[in-house]
T-cell receptor, first 112, second 113 residues
């Protein structure tokens, strides 16, 4: 079975801190995604990557950056966390452009 | 990106069929219809997808209207474990947009024992 693992289920950070959210997949998938999920807003795409060192902005990239140095790992970075970035963050991977998405269990970030 | 419209919530009784509707009146000819669901405290999981013809798999059936402006996800016998948020999503077949799956707010399905 495909496994997408997110490094932390729960994080609490302070305003202005730098935050790293790590995601690792074990199926050699080329495409990886970061979404955030908020009540009433559903899932919104932040960034995605279609290959190592390649990335594209999603619908809400402001305040975020990403890194894909290895195929299996896709990191989401909050350079200076703010309270409006308190959210559930979901990582996903996909093997083919037409394939299904496999999601991790999510990382719930609280910024105080 | 073409949008989908789903009811915010639905209720069903255990062991009865459930029909979850989705409207996508601006669908284009190359858009696939995907369904995902999200169980409590988990990431979304793939359920089914189709283009024009009805589709069946072990989890559900997908009925697509002839004009493709709407579709229905059918759970043949709902169980308590089917209580989840169900998302109907359009995926473009060609071009850079194929990399993006745009999720809406979905339908929260409650299953009563």
């Amino acid at each position: 079975d495909v496994k997408v693992t997110q490094s932390s289920r729960y994080l609490v950070k302070r305003t202005g801190e730098k935050v790293f959210l790590e995601c690792v997949q074990d199926m050699d998938h080329e495409n990886m995604f970061w979404y955030r999920q908020d009540p009433g807003l559903g899932l919104r795409l932040i960034y995605f990557s279609y290959d190592v060192k390649m990335k594209e902005k999603g619908d809400i990239p402001e305040g975020y950056s990403v890194s894909r140095e290895k195929k299996e790992r896709f990191s989401l970075i909050l350079e200076s966390a703010s309270t409006n970035q308190t959210s559930m963050y979901l990582c996903a991977s996909r093997g083919r452009p037409a394939g299904e998405l496999f999601f991790g269990e999510g990382s719930r970030l609280t910024v105080l | 990106d073409a949008k989908t419209t789903q009811p915010n919530s639905m209720e069903s009784n255990e062991e009865e069929p459930v029909h979850l509707p989705c409207n996508h009146s601006t669908i284009s000819g190359t858009d696939y219809i995907h369904w995902y669901r999200q169980l409590p405290s988990q990431g979304p999981e793939y359920v089914i997808h189709g283009l024009t013809s009805n589709v069946n798999n072990r989890m559900a059936s997908l009925a697509i209207a002839e004009d493709r402006k709407s579709s229905t996800l059918i759970l043949h016998r709902a169980t308590l474990r089917d209580a989840a948020v169900y998302y109907c999503i359009l995926r473009r077949r060609y071009g850079g947009a194929t990399n993006k799956l745009i999720f809406g707010t979905g339908t929260l399905l409650a299953v009563q024992p």
